[in-house]
C-alpha cells in the first residue's frame, strides 16, 4: 500500500549495468504537493534513477516497483510516464533553436483539426501557458533568439502542456546568474501553490536549502536519507550526508606564490558575429601573472566567455584591434591550433557542445588536443595513451569502470574532468577555465578547486570565469568585472565581496583597471 500522501514511490530499485550496480535498493517516497530534492555526488545514480522512472530504462531493465498516483505502474518509455504526468526538464535542454516558442510548446503534442496544426489554438495555448511561467515574449520567437533563463521557462510551460502532475527539474539553475535562478525557485514555489509536485536535482545546496520541503541524498548507487524540513536541515548535515564526512571548508587552504606577469591582453575589441554594428568585447585589458588565479565575473551575456573564446583561437567574432602577450612576447592567437602553440588552454562552458566529441572513449578524450605527445612519426602509441589516461583518471578521481568507455557514459561531473584532463595534458602556460565546476556536486568542486591550486603552484596563470560568486570569492587571488563587453573594474582577494562585485558587474563606465 502506498504510503499516506505520497504521490511516488519508488521501492527497492536496482539497476545493473555490465560489472556496475548503478542503483542498489534505492528507495524515494514523493508527497503530493511538495518540492523534493535530490542530492548527490556525480556519478551517485540520480540521473540513472530519474531515468527508471520516466521508462528511459524500461521495465524490466531493473528491479523494483514504482507506485504512482495510488497505482503501480510499469513505463516502456517516456511517452506512457508522461501520458501518466510525469515530465523531466533536463539539464540540458531538449528545445529545437529554429523553432518558434509556440512550436516547442507543443512538439510531439500538436493543437491540430482533422491532422492539421491549428495556429490559432497553438499561439493563444501557448501564450497562456507563458503567463502561467512569467514568460512575456511572443510566441512566434525563435528559441535561439531567447536567453537560457527564458529557454528554461519554455521547457516548464511544455511540461505543462501536458497535464503534468509530477515535475522533474535536472539541475534547473545551474546554467542560470543568481537573478534568474531566483526567478526560477519562486516559479517553482508557484506551482507548488498550484498543487504541482516538484523533485530537483541540483548541486547548489543553498536553493534546495531556501525551496525543498524534503530531500533524499544518494551515495554511490543507495539512499543515504531523508530529511524533512519539519525536522530540519542545511548546508552542512547535506554534505556530511553526501560525502560521508564534514568538509570544515568549501575551499581548500592556499597560499598563493605569485610571480611576474605571465600572460597579458591589450585593447582586445572584437566584432560580434551575429550584429555587425555590436562589439563583443570593447578595448579589454588585463593581466595574469605566475602562480596567479583571476577570476573574470558578469551577468549572463556581459560578454565574459565571448572574450575568453576570442582569445583561445579567435573562435568567437572578429579582432578588431589588440594584442596577446605570453612571457612578455607578442603571440599569434588566430587559430586553435596557434593558441595552443603559444600556450594556452580553455576549459569551455558548454562541455557536450564544444568540450567534448561525445562519440570518443575517455582515453581518446585525454590526449586529443596533444597527440603528438603520445605519437612515433604520425602513429598514436596505444600504451602512452592507456598510461596518461589512467594517470588522469586517478588524479582526478574520475568515476568509470575503464578509460575505454565513452565519455557519452560520463555524469556531467566527470565529463568535465575529462575535459580538464585533456587541457591538462598540453601542459599550458595559460589555462583558462569556463564555469568549471558548472553542475558539479560540492565533494568534486573540492576536488576540482585542489587541482586548480596546484596549477597556479606550478607556476601557471590560471583564469576562472564563473556565474557563482563564492566560488570567485574563495578561489581568486584578484578579480576583474565586465559589463555589455567591456572591463569595469578589478579588485583584489582582500577587498572583494559580493557587493562590490555586483556593483561593478552592473556598471555601464568602465573603470581602468589597476596596477597588477
Known sequence: MPTQDALLEMRHITKRFPGVVALDDVNLSVRRGEIHAICGENGAGKSTLMKVLSGVYPHGSYEGQIVFDGAEVQFNGTRQSEDAGIVIVHQELALIPELSIAENIFLGNERAKAGVVDWDTTRREARELMERVGLAEDPTTKIKDLGVGKQQLVEIAKALAKNVKLLILDEPTAALNENDSQELLRLMDGLRSRGITCIMISHKLNEIEQISDSLTVIRDGKTITTMNREE????????KAMVGRSLESRFPDHEPKIGEVLFEVRDWTVQDPRIADRLSTKHASFTVRAGEIVGFAGLMGAGRTELMRSLFGETYGRKLSGEALVRGKRVDLS???KAIKAGLGYVTEDRKVLGLNLLD???RTNVSAAL????KRGVVDNHLEN?????????????????????????????QKVVLSKWLFTDPDVLILDEPTRGIDVGAKYEIYGVIQALADQGKAVIVVSSELP??????????????????GEVTREDATQENLMRMM?????RPATAA
Not at 372 to 375: D, T
Not at 403 to 415: C, I, P, T
Open 471 to 488: 566560488e570567485l570569492l574563495g578561489l581568486s587571488d584578484r578579480v576583474y568585472t565586465i559589463f555589455e563587453g567591456a572591463i569595469t
Open 361 to 363: 572513449s575517455i582515453k
Open 506 to 510: 552592473t556598471s555601464a563606465s568602465p
Open 372 to 375: 603528438g605527445k603520445i605519437s
Open 232 to 239: 530540519g536541515f542545511n548546508e552542512d548535515t547535506i554534505i
Open 387 to 415: 598510461m596518461v589516461a589512467e594517470d588522469f583518471r586517478a588524479r582526478l578521481r574520475t568515476k568509470t569502470p575503464s578509460v575505454d568507455e565513452g565519455v557519452a557514459k560520463l555524469s556531467g561531473g566527470n565529463q
Open 335 to 337: 587559430t586553435v591550433r
